[in-house]
């Protein structure tokens, strides 16, 4: 089991197979009970989706039993049961079973049966508003995370990042004595990056320190400008401000944090975290605020509305910068992408889905902000929906 990650959302939201399940389950860390609150809720929910499923799909009593048997088999694994989180995704079509431990709490399961999958419960984990980088650089190990408001991630980073000191000189002391053989050859100049002559032993190790951060920085930054998320630095206090001088991508936030936060003072990085979220939080709020304020200053004109068909238009085909979206609002329908309409249903069928939850996967996988609020909070209070676009649209 795994947690839940953009790269999943990708391959889940493909799936628009009819008799998909979707049942998202509260779970528990601890149990006096051996978990059988949590076993009885999630047994719950499949004996409503055999319901459904013989009733809306006429399927009969031996198809049911085969189809749903991913789930009842996991009522079995107690070993899964003792070491969830505080939601159960599950995923069922035709084809095969998913299953996430989700850091987010609910209060009573959801269960969806149609076509396609459920995934609005998982929006809060992948929202572009929530989300950013922490890079801690250390000597003997640099590491990055993301993460967002429920979740912390180590990301592997890739053979040619050089992640110590020692594997840049190891790779800078190879490329000296590869020159210097060339220069006694009389085939080459001198590399770039050479020995630093006439400095003394202090300086020379803190230029081989910015070369390594020049190397470090270049290979990062271009995984940053794929997101386009801000990234929190880390790190014993003298390195930061030398790092900062090597780099290029411009959402590093100014704020930093200090320490020593390397395997064995912060092995799982909950010191790092909790202190890289002090200074996002406030940050995002803001931006939040910001959003609203651009809503309500575009409005009047074709770079935003709250007209539900035109901003489920404009969301499907990756025009909405920011959706602001009811929680419990959904609208069923169809999207027809060849002809560019949208079909509006009054009520869940087999054959449609919920378009209010299309355009909020679609706006995160366009690299778009969702805000889901009570409808209170919504910015205009007689809507479901509110966006604002990336150019203007006229529908």
Same mark, same amino acid.
């Given at each position: ?11 889940? /939201?493909?799936?628009?197979?009819? *008799?998909?399940?979707? &049942? ?46 991913? +789930? ?29 431990? /989700? ?26 508003? +929530? !989300?950013?980088?922490?890079? =801690? &650089? ?5 590491? #990055? ?13 890739? %053979? %040619? ?8 000189? &190891? ?46 920085? !270049? ?31 411009? @959402? ?10 390397? =395997? ?7 010191? #790092? ?52 979206? *009811?929680? %419990?609002?959904?609208?069923?329908? =169809? ?5 560019? @309409? ?45 966006? /604002? ?7």
């Amino acid at each position: 089991m795994e947690v839940f990650s953009i790269d999943q959302l990708t391959n889940l /939201v493909s799936s628009k197979i009819q *008799r998909s399940i979707s &049942i998202f389950s509260p779970t528990s860390k601890q149990s006096t009970t051996n978990y059988q609150e949590d076993k009885i809720q999630f047994k719950n929910q499949l004996q409503i989706a055999r319901q459904q499923l013989a009733q809306e799909y006429g399927m009969d009593e031996t198809e049911v039993n085969q189809y749903l048997k991913p +789930g009842f088999d996991l009522l079995d694994n107690n070993n899964f049961w003792q070491h969830t989180s505080d939601m159960l995704a599950f995923f069922l079509t035709p084809e095969d079973s998913t299953i996430f431990k /989700v850091p987010l709490k609910i209060d009573e399961p959801i269960l969806y049966v149609g076509k396609g999958l459920m995934l609005r419960p998982l929006l809060p984990l992948l929202n572009k508003n +929530g !989300r950013f980088y922490i890079l =801690n &650089i250390d000597l003997d190990s640099v590491r #990055l995370y993301e993460a967002t408001a429920f979740t912390l991630k180590e990301v592997e980073l890739w %053979d %040619d990042v050089p992640t110590t000191k020692e594997d840049y000189m &190891i790779y800078f002391n190879e490329i000296e004595r590869e020159d210097g053989v060339q220069r006694r050859l009389g085939t080459s100049q001198p590399a770039d990056g050479g020995v630093f002559h006439g400095q003394g032993a202090d300086e020379q190790d803190k230029e081989h320190t910015r070369q390594w951060f020049y190397t470090l920085s !270049r290979e990062l930054d271009d995984k940053f400008k794929q997101d386009l998320l801000p990234v929190v630095l880390a790190g014993v206090d003298y390195l930061i401000p030398l790092y900062r001088t090597t780099i290029n991508y411009n @959402k590093y936030v100014e704020e930093y944090i200090t320490g020593n936060f390397d =395997n064995k003072n912060d092995p799982q990085a909950q010191g #790092l975290y909790k202190q890289a979220l002090a200074i996002m939080q406030p940050k995002f709020k803001q931006q939040e605020t910001e959003a609203i304020e651009q809503y309500h200053n575009l409005k009047a004109g074709d770079f935003a509305a709250s007209d539900t068909k035109k901003i489920l238009l404009a969301a499907l085909t990756g025009q909405v910068e920011t959706l602001f979206l *009811r929680k %419990d609002a959904k609208v069923w329908g =169809n999207y027809d992408a060849e002809n560019y @309409k949208v079909q509006i249903q009054k009520e869940s069928s087999p054959e449609n889905t919920d378009l209010l939850t299309e355009a909020a996967v679609q706006t995160i996988l366009m690299k778009g902000k969702v805000y889901m609020y009570d409808a209170e909070q919504m910015p205009e209070q007689d809507s479901v929906v509110a966006a /604002v676009f990336r150019n203007p649209v006229v529908v």
